[in-house]
């Protein structure tokens, strides 16, 4: 389905208000003014970056911020309307790589093992490295203990060189957290 402020956009594409070059980006050629006429400017980036990575176009409705991502506005103006029910997946990983080569249609499902599959996502019950609360790698895991076993640092002391609360350090020690190992 698509929002409002995305039926706006491909609008203002339709009008020349935007482009779009072969790399998949988008930039503005006017402004609009406050008496709502528009104004030419020096072409440049119409996409601001979300809190999550991703490209946006701000666009006003009634006075309120509403966003189009950039992904979904670049697949419709080249491939058409995404089915209701699908989703973009950027198949390199890079929320802000909206190169035409690097998007594609897919169900929810379809994304999310895609992103399992490359590593963008940890499984939840993933273990060691894999978990996806994970703070210490395998080797500091192995240097913890080693460290702890010689007595040359308490568990505070090694909480601070590791960077993390000493009570990780106990659990790593105590062997309830990294038990495969």
Same mark, same amino acid.
């Given at each position: 389905?698509?929002?409002?402020?995305?039926?706006? !956009? #491909?609008?203002?594409?339709? =009008?020349?208000?935007?482009?779009?070059? *072969?790399?998949?980006?988008? $930039?503005?050629?006017?402004? #609009? !003014?406050?008496?709502?006429?528009?104004?030419?400017?020096? =072409?440049?980036?119409?996409?601001?970056? =979300?809190?999550?990575?991703?490209? $946006?176009?701000?666009? %006003?409705?009634?006075?309120?911020?509403?966003?189009?991502?950039?992904?979904?506005? +670049? /697949?419709? /103006?080249?491939?058409?309307?995404?089915?209701?029910?699908?989703?973009?997946?950027?198949? *390199?990983?890079?929320? *802000?790589?909206?190169?035409?080569?690097?998007?594609?249609?897919?169900?929810?499902?379809?994304? #999310?093992?895609?992103?399992?599959?490359?590593?963008?996502?940890?499984?939840?019950?993933?273990?060691?490295?894999?978990?996806?609360?994970?703070?210490?790698?395998?080797?500091? +895991?192995?240097?913890?203990?080693?460290?702890?076993? %010689?007595?040359?640092? =308490?568990?505070?002391?090694?909480?601070?060189?590791?960077?993390?609360?000493? !009570?990780?350090?106990?659990? +790593?020690? *105590?062997?309830? !957290? /990294?038990?495969? #190992?």
């Amino acid at each position: 389905m698509i929002t409002k402020a995305e039926a706006i !956009t #491909m609008d203002r594409l339709d =009008s020349g208000f935007f482009s779009i070059n *072969d790399k998949g980006e988008i $930039f503005r050629h006017f402004v #609009m !003014t406050r008496a709502q006429k528009l104004r030419p400017v020096k =072409s440049r980036r119409a996409e601001n970056t =979300s809190g999550n990575g991703y490209l $946006f176009i701000p666009i %006003s409705i009634n006075g309120k911020l509403k966003k189009a991502m950039a992904h979904r506005i +670049v /697949w419709m /103006w080249l491939n058409g309307a995404i089915p209701d029910g699908m989703e973009m997946n950027h198949l *390199d990983g890079i929320k *802000d790589n909206n190169h035409p080569d690097n998007l594609e249609v897919c169900t929810r499902s379809q994304n #999310m093992k895609h992103a399992f599959r490359q590593g963008f996502v940890k499984l939840p019950g993933g273990i060691g490295e894999n978990h996806m609360f994970a703070r210490l790698r395998e080797k500091e +895991v192995l240097r913890i203990r080693k460290i702890h076993k %010689s007595g040359l640092l =308490s568990m505070t002391e090694l909480g601070r060189m590791f960077n993390v609360h000493v !009570t990780t350090i106990k659990r +790593v020690v *105590d062997r309830a !957290t /990294w038990k495969h #190992m």
